[in-house]
């Protein structure tokens, strides 16, 4: 009998001693009249990665993310973001937007000082009239990463230059958009500006900041609107890319580019917090349904190589959409509170993240295919892509995701646990951490181990410094059948979260009972409390594309074993290469419908030791 087993996403490691260093625990909630999160996210170093997640954040630091600007000239020393004559767009701020973080959650001091001199660059030459970042390159879109890179460096070091830098260029944005509105990418990423303004305006209640954040909703692209009235229901081709060379890219490609609709999922919850409205507050849940229904795909994304292509497995998604769905989610889900974003989060960071990158992260893919039998420099079905498009390389296709990948894990290690508004903590996805924050008056460390997502069993260990009560929100994801947790040995059985999945599809947020979704334990914590979490999961399978079946358990999909044979196309320096993957194992399998009465097709479970 031939096993479907899931591919080895992520190699599993013994858990690591601690390496603390200074963290700044304070939570800033929104200000008045922002309407309040749901949850509020921690600041950049409260969460620590332990066991096989800081693997692969070490993994990553051994990698491209480490070494890149080394020996690729577009994060190199001549950068324009660096005061050189080189590349002066989007590059360097994307590199800096996972390197910074990566660098403060191990506390490496080597990688630490690679992203400061990004960072004093940009603090220090700021031009008197608020503008920042290299004069040969004006566009407002790059700027829009360097800030986001800027409000986690505030947050890990508490350098006071961030905020004046920041409240002067934002002063400068105001006075200068009326007459040079947003344009081409700035105006489809606008969200990405309003995130930063809004942090801004949470630390220092300066109100012109909300007109700057209405201004830069106005300009902005309707993101709403489109899928409100969707129109983009087939695979696009090229002919959307009809335009002069060099010049403005046409509607049509912009809306449907795969990058631009990843960014923008975090749209309207980010414009809800303005303006109060239900229609905002429910334009997610839209959006999501649209792309699912069209462009949905088993991995949690949607198709999008480099633009909108249906729901055939075959069709690919960049790696710049995969992280940015992460960042989408994560901030949707602080907003918004809905489970399902954070079930969402999962599977996309736990299957179509790590299945784009090397396992020593020395190389990646421009697109990825949930049926993906080779990788190889060959014609394939791209909308609008190149055939070197799912190579594993330094820059295949294009350089944006070799600028852009390192964001990933980082920033989902962030968005691990958030504050309540209550005064406690909720598990926002599950993985091995450790939390520092500050609950009251009182100092707080949560230690969870876990294997999770390759098991089921999830411990928590309570730290308060003293005894103190507090709530501690406990995500019951929507595939779980219940839950058993136990405090300290007394055990409470807790249902299911109330989902329904409908096949072929993630379910929305009409079809889950967010209050069922989270267990509150709320008592009064002493140091050493144990919280045991396991997760009933069953092996589920779910039909998608020509009723294509996919085997499924927790959050992960399972995938056949290929024992891929890795043949170099090409060197670069390091370790960097271009690789084809190509394998002689069987892949064209079929497997029997199931029944209603058998809906996991007979498939057992087999769980070994992790590697």
């Known amino acids: 009998m031939n096993i479907i087993r899931c591919g080895a996403l992520i190699a599993l490691c013994c858990l690591l001693p601690p390496v603390y260093g200074q963290n700044r625990s304070d939570v800033v909630p929104n200000r008045s009249p922002l309407r309040q999160n749901a949850f509020n996210p921690l600041p950049l170093g409260a969460i620590e990665p332990r066991g096989w997640l800081r693997a692969q954040l070490q993994i990553q630091a051994e990698g491209l993310t480490g070494h890149l600007d080394e020996f690729w000239k577009d994060v190199g020393k001549n950068s324009g973001w660096l005061g050189g004559s080189g590349e002066s767009w989007e590059r360097g701020p994307y590199y800096l937007d996972g390197l910074l973080p990566l660098a403060y959650q191990l506390h490496d001091k080597r990688l630490i000082e690679k992203a400061k001199r990004w960072v004093d660059w940009t603090l220090d030459h700021q031009r008197p009239d608020g503008q920042f970042g290299p004069a040969a390159n004006d566009d407002w879109w790059p700027r829009m990463v360097m800030l986001k890179v800027l409000t986690q460096y505030e947050e890990a070091t508490g350098d006071p230059r961030v905020i004046p830098v920041m409240r002067k260029y934002f002063q400068y944005e105001l006075s200068t958009l009326p007459n040079r509105p947003l344009r081409d990418w700035g105006r489809y990423r ?4 309003v995130y930063s303004v809004l942090w801004l305006y949470n630390r220092t209640g300066e109100r012109y900041l909300l007109d700057l954040a209405r201004l830069l909703h106005q300009q902005g692209y309707d993101w709403q609107a ?3 009235n969707f129109h983009y229901k087939s695979k696009t081709d090229r002919s959307i890319l009809s335009h002069e060379p060099g010049g403005k890219p046409p509607d049509q490609a912009m809306q449907t580019h795969g990058v631009n609709n990843a960014m923008a999922l975090k749209a309207s919850p980010i414009w809800f917090l ?22 949905g795909l088993p991995n949690g994304m949607f198709s999008g190589d480099e633009h909108f292509a249906g729901q055939d497995p075959s069709q690919g998604i960049e790696l710049c959409a995969v992280v940015e769905e992460m960042f989408s989610l994560e901030q949707s889900f602080a907003i918004l509170g809905e489970p399902l974003l954070a079930d969402r989060l999962e599977r996309v960071a736990y299957n179509s993240l790590p299945a784009t990158l090397s396992s020593d992260m020395w190389s990646h893919q421009y697109d990825q295919q949930p049926n993906q039998i080779s990788c190889t420099r060959a014609h394939r079905q791209w909308s609008t892509n190149n055939d070197d498009s799912n190579l594993f390389g330094l820059e295949p296709n294009f350089g944006c995701c070799t600028a852009n990948l390192h ?3 980082p920033k989902f290690v962030s968005a691990l646990w958030m504050a309540t508004g209550d005064g406690g903590v ?10 520092r924050t500050a609950v009251g008056n009182t100092e707080l460390t949560i230690d969870e181990a876990t294997e999770y997502p390759f098991r089921d069993h999830v411990t928590l260990t309570v730290h308060p410094t003293h005894p103190a009560q507090f709530p501690v929100l406990v995500r019951i994801p929507s595939w779980a059948t219940g839950a058993d947790i136990t405090v300290n040995g007394r055990l409470t059985r807790v249902p299911a979260a109330g989902c329904s999945l409908p096949d072929g599809q993630s379910p929305n947020f009409r079809q889950c009972s967010s209050e069922r979704a989270f267990h509150r334990l709320d008592r009064v914590w002493k140091d050493n409390d144990k919280v045991q979490i396991h997760f009933a999961a069953q092996p589920r399978v779910t039909h998608w594309f020509h009723n294509a079946a996919t085997f499924e358990r927790g959050p992960l999909v399972f995938a056949l074993p290929l024992d891929a044979k890795w043949t170099e196309v090409k060197h670069y320096a390091e370790k960097s290469s271009d690789w084809e993957l190509t394998s002689d194992k069987n892949w064209n399998y079929a497997v029997a419908i199931p029944s209603r009465s058998n809906p996991a097709c007979g498939v057992t479970v087999e769980e070994r030791p992790g590697g």
């Open 226 to 228: 489109q899928f409100a």
């Open 190 to 193: 606008w969200q990405d500006n």
């Open 426 to 435: 909720a598990i926002t996805a599950y993985a091995p951490n450790s939390l």
């Open 407 to 409: 964001q990933g894990w």
């Open 274 to 295: 303005l303006s109060g409205n239900a229609e905002d507050r429910a334009a997610l849940n839209v959006q999501l349904e649209q792309l699912d229904q069209y462009h």
